[in-house]
């Protein structure tokens, strides 16, 4: 038997067990009709029938609340077997395009890029207090500061290569905030400015279980605003691309430093810090999320990783959020400034419904 079938045996034989039943009770005399004058000598056979037929009630309903409780076990028709997890991607990779969709087309919606997130309280083992000076020389920098992230995209053409190809302009900004340090003023340690212009490719390339569901290619600008002796930027090209497989994912983004001349480079060396692009690994646990980013430059020992650690809370889009960051490159103005940092916040879009799969 089918498991199909299965259920509507066990129901079938649960009606009929059913309908026998209630034709024996209602061949069954009952207790208050008369007995006429020739079957009062057939009482006793009659009562003896009666006692048996009641058993054979009993043994059925028996045997149809073990049927009943068998089908509720059952799975129902309804659910479905698990996709794999290739497939489970493919299809995450066009929901996620859907709401993406209607969220631009929504004039009072933001469509987020990366990660917004908000750190009251983020706590730095090693501040770099030579560039502080430069801010305030009041006194250092506190180990303790506020740092937060926005980014958000704005879709410019749709569709430029049929159904695919989506020509985006998208911004994001990170400070650290010495919100703490009142001594100093408060200020604002370090703003990074992000502005990028990207082609953006859906896909649903499917190999060795995993699927490729985003390819993208960007031009890419990132500074920090700031003039000598702290200034810190640089133009580059990357190519990001974004693998899943069911709970899993991963990130490629290598990328080409746009050449500057001497005169104009404020770090030439950052690419021995910075290295040439960024692997991220994450991975779903139910409605939480863990992360890796890795960057640096092997060859000169020079390396930078983060970790991150998401769930929601309050029945809602927020989430908890817990970051750890050791090493180079957090930073502009820290990118040869090795970091050992803790943070504790939240956070709002998580890495596997929307946005970017880097930082």
Do not use: C
Not at 57 to 62: F, G
Not at 74 to 101: F, G, K, V
Not at 189 to 204: G, S, V
Not at 268 to 283: C, F, H, S, V
């Amino acid at each position: 038997m089918t498991p199909l079938t299965r259920p509507a045996a066990l129901a079938g034989a649960a009606l009929a067990l059913l309908l026998n039943g209630g034709a024996l009770q209602a061949d069954t005399p009952q207790t208050g009709q008369h007995l006429g004058a020739g079957q009062r000598s057939e009482a006793g056979e009659g009562a003896a029938e009666r006692v048996a037929l009641e058993a054979r009630i009993q043994a059925l309903n028996e045997e149809l609340e073990s049927l009943e409780r068998e089908l509720a076990e059952l799975p129902t028709d309804e659910e479905e077997e698990p996709l794999a997890p290739d497939l489970q991607a493919a299809l995450e990779a066009t929901e996620r395009r859907q709401l993406e969709l209607e969220s631009r087309r929504n004039p009072f919606a933001i469509t987020t890029y990366r990660r917004n997130y908000l750190f009251p309280a983020s706590y730095t083992a090693s501040p770099n207090k030579e560039a502080f000076r430069e801010i305030s020389d009041i006194n250092g920098p506190n180990d303790v500061e506020v740092k937060f992230q926005f980014s958000a995209k704005v879709n410019l053409i749709e569709g430029l290569f049929g159904d695919t190809g989506d020509l985006y302009f998208a911004y994001t900004q990170r400070s650290w905030w010495q919100a703490f340090n009142t001594d100093s003023s408060s200020p604002f340690r370090e703003t990074n400015y992000e502005p990028e212009l990207f082609m953006n490719f859906d896909n649903a390339w499917r190999a060795l279980g995993w699927t490729n569901v985003r390819n993208r290619v960007a031009l890419n600008h990132l500074s920090n605003g700031r003039s000598d002796p702290l200034s810190r930027s640089w133009n580059r090209v990357y190519v990001e691309s974004i693998f899943q497989r069911g709970d899993w994912a991963f990130s490629l983004a290598p990328h080409w430093r746009i050449p500057e001349s001497k005169s104009e480079d404020d770090n030439p060396d950052i690419e021995r810090y910075m290295g040439y692009g960024d692997i991220t690994l994450a991975r779903r646990l139910g409605n939480s999320e863990l992360s890796l980013l890795w960057r640096g430059n092997p060859s000169a020992g020079n390396m930078g990783t983060q970790l991150d650690y998401s769930w929601p809370i309050f029945d809602s889009n927020i989430r908890a959020h817990v970051q750890y960051y050791y090493g180079y490159g957090e930073s502009m103005v820290d990118y040869d400034h090795r970091n050992h940092r803790l943070s504790l916040g939240f956070s709002l879009n998580p890495l596997f419904s929307g946005g970017s799969m880097t930082r």
